[in-house]
């Protein structure tokens, strides 16, 4: 099982939906999660941070289940601009170890 | 500019030969790392270094592979003899590593350097 799954998309979706991505982990003793976004050709770059509580950041909203081991992303009112990787992260332990991506999630938005 | 620098951007090189890419990292950072991404796959992870040491390898990285970052500063990844399937985009990122603030364990990349071997 690989430590980081995620669907590879791509989701197609029209501006102003709502879409959801899933993300789950292997490790339970996984510490940290992240989003990060990648454009194409371009870095990852952080998206949000992924709180036991959940989070929101305006159109974005974070959760985490620590009991199934996933994790998500909503993107409310999509834009254009949205369209892009999105790479689910996960540090495992607090120690110095490393942060593991998933492979991403492709999303297309479109007019 | 203060985030990450990555050089060369691309680098075409025969089989056979020796690349060696180079990373300046966002100077108040002691950590830094390095990640290789394939198109369709997100970052692997290759290894990092807390100041000048180098705390984890991962098994991708083989014999051929070398890092260092002799001063806590830069850093540089050499291939020795490479292959074709060393071809990659090789990311650098840094992260402040130090504290418990939500922060700490976040990367920020380079734009990264793209390895075509042929």
């Known amino acids: 099982r690989k430590e980081v799954e995620q669907d590879p998309g791509p989701f197609n979706v029209p501006e102003g939906a709502t879409v959801a991505f899933n993300c789950t982990y292997s490790n339970s003793a996984s510490q940290s999660f992240f989003w990060y976004r990648q454009d194409c050709r371009k870095e990852p770059k952080l998206l949000m941070s992924v709180y036991s509580s959940g989070n929101e950041d305006g159109r974005f909203t974070a959760q985490l289940n620590r009991a199934s081991q996933y994790i998500s992303l909503l993107i409310r009112d999509s834009k254009l601009s949205d369209s892009a990787t999105y790479l689910c992260v996960v540090k495992h332990g607090s120690g110095n170890t490393p942060l593991v991506f998933g492979k991403g999630t492709r999303l297309s938005v479109i007019a | 500019d203060t985030g990450v620098s990555q050089d060369p951007r691309h680098k075409i090189t025969k089989r056979g030969q020796n690349v060696t890419f180079r990373c300046d990292p966002i100077?108040?950072?002691?950590?830094l790392y390095w990640y290789r991404q394939t198109l369709g796959q997100g970052p692997e992870f290759l290894t990092y270094?807390?100041?000048?040491?180098?705390?984890?390898k991962s098994r991708l990285l083989s014999d051929r592979f070398s890092a260092e970052r002799p001063k806590g500063s830069f850093s540089t990844l050499e291939i020795q003899r490479t292959e074709q399937g060393d071809s990659a985009m090789y990311l650098c990122?840094?992260?402040?590593?130090?504290?418990?603030?939500?922060?700490?364990?976040?990367?920020?990349f380079g734009a990264g350097s793209r390895l075509t071997v042929l």
């Open positions: 990122a840094s992260s402040p590593g130090q504290g418990l603030f939500s922060g700490a364990n976040v990367l920020t």
């Open positions: 100077s108040e950072h002691n950590r």
């Open positions: 270094f807390q100041n000048e040491a180098q705390l984890e």
